[in-house]
């Protein structure tokens, strides 16, 4: 159902949460991809502070996730801010373990 369809992509934002952090919201895929770059270029070059990317709120994501993550890093980097990220899905630490990137990634470590 169309009207479903974009519900769906409405739901999907990157938005500023508390101090320091940004928060990944919805379905990370390829109709919901491009804005949310777009959003978290403009979110990460307005900081001027080191930043934590929370994604507990992400519902499930495709490899379009990983490469916005990629991005938001290189975007971080380029503006000489130091970009973490906490609460990975488990769907995106498979795909990232698969395509080798579990390893570049700056994960927060799980809190106890």
């Known amino acids: 159902m169309p009207g479903s369809r974009l519900r769906a992509m409405s739901e999907a934002r990157i938005e500023r949460g508390g101090e320091g952090e940004l928060r990944l919201i919805g ?47 290189r975007d971080a980097r380029s503006a000489n801010i130091d970009l973490r990220v906490s609460a990975l899905p488990d769907d995106m630490q498979k795909i990232a373990k698969v395509s080798g990137l579990l390893e570049i990634l700056p994960l927060e470590a799980p809190r106890t």
């Open 27 to 73: 379905v990370l895929d390829y109709s919901s991809g491009p804005a949310l770059r777009e959003a978290g270029r403009m979110l990460i070059a307005g900081s001027r502070a080191p930043l934590t990317l929370d994604c507990s709120a992400v519902e499930r994501s495709s490899s379009v996730g990983l490469s916005l993550l990629l991005a938001f890093m």
